[in-house]
């Protein structure tokens, strides 16, 4: 099992930066692919990023270059740091988990474990 809580949510401007943290709990964090979503009212839940297991890093094309994913298997802890938000970067963000690395991690339903979210808004 594995509990996750995102944290560092918050209001923005356009152009501003964020940066959200996800602390796990359990004993083999290191042999979980960490993904982060997102979902803006009335829209489906889109991918964000992920961290595999074995260490490569992927990102949607819509954040390329504009948000990276940290993770420290020590503490646990999957960070995402926002920067050059835009309005449409407006969303509930969640924390993803699961284990190994199978295909198809760009689709929250591969994720068995989910964080409670955390919400960033960004005013133009």
């Known amino acids: 099992q594995v509990q996750l809580a995102e944290s560092g949510g918050g209001l923005v401007q356009a152009g501003g930066s964020l940066r959200l943290s996800c602390a796990a709990s359990g004993r083999t964090f290191s042999t979980y692919t960490m993904g982060w979503f997102r979902q803006a009212p009335g829209k489906e839940r889109e991918f964000v990023g992920a961290?595999?297991?074995?260490?490569?890093?992927y990102y949607a094309d819509s954040v390329k270059g504009r948000f990276t994913i940290s993770r420290d298997n020590a503490k646990k802890t999957v960070d995402l740091q926002l920067n050059s938000l835009k309005p449409e970067d407006t969303a509930t963000y969640y924390c993803?988990?699961?284990?190994?690395?199978?295909?198809?991690?760009?689709?929250?339903?591969?994720?068995?474990?989910w964080g409670q979210g955390t919400q960033v808004t960004v005013s133009s």
């Open positions: 993803a988990a699961v284990y190994l690395s199978p295909p198809n991690f760009s689709r929250a339903g591969t994720f068995n474990y």
């Open positions: 961290s595999r297991h074995i260490g490569t890093t």
